[in-house]
């Protein structure tokens, strides 16, 4: 029987929303270590940016996440009330008027999209705001600065998100996706012998970056929910760097198989300045494309093949 996963992704591209904790730059890595047939379907409980989802094009998926804004912009690319002929109209609008009045505009979008929502609102927001960034206050209010470039909208930025919209809305046809607005725990409960579950969590002892809080409660109740799964899973979390190691890998995860990507960031602009990460993919066993029942760290060399140098 043929296999969705393992495979080789050569290209890997943006989604039209960006998140921190985005998995572009782990994406082929993910695609290659996993083992499932795509019998069932693909759940994905902390979907954030879609980035994972729309690059790996599971037939079947049921995906969620607890920030309405996510889900509702991509449902309402799913139902057309959003296209990219809308997004470019509305994004060639916005963009003369955040020229012609800067920052107070930008406050002004966010406050009104604070009050009524709004998915091209979202999409303005996110695209223009400080970093990219999505973050809200305790009051589920998206509250990142103003990213200082009164000019973002240029012909070419606007053109490089419509077509990101295209792509997504095309994905969005073809396949059979539900998007749904639901806690991590409700999603689980739903998933069945065939299906295979990814998690991509926030980081915990984070409280303030996403929709709602993350704590160690709900991290271990995450581990609870996923060890009574009835099919495979993957979970992307941090393992370490420089000055700190995720103990959670060791308290909960170390009888699965674990494979680890090594990435560098740039804190300056020199090479000394380049800061490592290991990222660690913890696979259920049997639904690891590499047959190993416990892997540990991988060797420098092994690391290397999956490195990424950034930009
Ligand atoms: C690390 S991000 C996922 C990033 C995603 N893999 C990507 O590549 O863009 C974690 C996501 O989990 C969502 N989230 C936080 N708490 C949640 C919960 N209790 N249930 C479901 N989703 C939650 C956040 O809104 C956020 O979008």
């Given at each position: 029987m043929s296999k969705l996963f393992p495979t080789i992704l050569s290209q890997v591209k943006a989604p039209p929303i960006k998140c921190q904790g985005i998995k572009t730059k782990l994406i082929p890595f993910i695609a290659q270590n996993i083992e499932w047939n795509g019998d069932g379907r693909w759940i994905e409980p902390f979907l954030g940016s879609g980035s994972v989802l729309f690059n790996l094009k599971p037939p079947i998926a049921l995906v969620s996440d607890t920030n309405k804004h996510i889900i509702t912009f991509y449902n309402e690319l799913k139902s057309g009330k959003i296209n990219e002929a809308i997004v470019r109209d509305y994004l060639c609008q916005m963009g003369k008027k955040l020229t012609k009045r800067g920052e107070k505009f930008y406050y002004e979008v966010r406050d009104e999209f604070n009050e009524k929502g709004g998915s091209l609102e979202f999409l303005f927001l996110n695209r223009s705001c400080f970093n990219g960034l999505m973050r809200f206050n305790s009051d589920g209010k998206y509250n990142v600065p103003f990213g200082h470039k009164p000019q973002r909208f240029s012909k070419s930025y606007i053109t490089k998100i419509v077509n990101q919209v295209a792509w997504v809305r095309s994905l969005i046809k073809r396949y059979d996706w539900e998007f749904i607005v639901s806690d991590f725990r409700m999603t689980l409960k739903t998933a069945k012998q065939n299906d295979f579950v990814y998690l991509d969590p926030?980081?915990?002892?984070?409280?303030?970056?996403?929709f709602n809080s993350w704590d160690d409660s709900d991290a271990e109740e995450m581990v609870r929910c996923v060890k009574q799964l009835p099919c495979g899973y993957a979970i992307s979390m941090w393992q370490e760097n420089k000055y700190r190691k995720n103990e959670h890998i060791d308290k909960f995860w170390l009888t699965e198989t674990i494979q680890h990507f090594n990435h560098f960031y740039h804190v300056?602009?020199?090479?000394?300045?380049r800061n490592e990460i290991i990222e660690a993919l913890i696979i259920r066993n049997?639904?690891?494309?590499?047959?190993?029942l416990v892997s540990t760290k991988r060797s420098e060399k092994e690391i290397a093949l999956f490195e990424i140098p950034t930009a």
């Open positions: 926030p980081y915990i002892g984070r409280h303030t970056d996403y300056g602009s020199t090479e000394n300045l049997g639904y690891s494309s590499i047959s190993q």
